[in-house]
């Protein structure tokens, strides 16, 4: 069985700035007029202990679950709706193995209860570039979506 140490040796996974969690950029497509790439893929280890933090992106992220713990991901929409989706392997429990999150959904993970690690990937296209990248501010979020307060504090950082 894979473990964590093993993936972060073998992708030499570091720090995600901002968010948390552990990530390797795999591809990036060409550079486009603007300067983005045309796609972009990253692989991501995130572990118990630590959460990815909330924050928005401009264009739609599909998210990919490949090994470990199912991730509860809470979706803040842009209409003020708010869910929780989950990346896993169960299928019949309503889990997912890809997940499209909207853009400009305020996206937030953490492993599930009771779970130590997931590995899982996320793609875009245009491909990612901090131009248009959103980080989560506690008090914002909470004014907006006031019945997930809990789970905004808890997926928060400064």
Request: contains cysteine.
């Amino acid at each position: 069985m894979t473990t964590p140490d093993e993936l972060i040796a073998r992708y030499d996974l570091e720090p995600i700035p901002h968010e948390g969690g552990l990530f390797r950029r795999t591809w990036a497509g060409p550079e486009r007029p603007d300067g983005r790439p045309e796609g972009s893929a990253i692989v991501a280890l995130l572990t118990a202990d630590d959460f990815l933090a909330l924050h928005c992106l401009p264009t739609d992220e599909v998210w990919h679950f490949y090994l470990g713990d199912p991730l509860d991901l809470l979706l803040l929409a842009p209409d003020g709706t708010t869910r929780t989706a989950v990346l896993g392997p169960a299928l019949r429990a309503g889990q997912h193995v890809q997940l499209t999150v909207p853009a400009g959904t305020w996206m937030g993970a953490r492993v599930a209860p009771g779970g130590a690690w997931t590995f899982f990937g996320c793609t875009m296209a245009p491909g990612f570039t901090y131009e248009g990248y959103e980080h989560g501010d506690e008090e914002d979020l909470t004014a907006r979506y006031p019945a997930e307060a809990a789970r905004i504090a808890q997926l928060c950082r400064p």
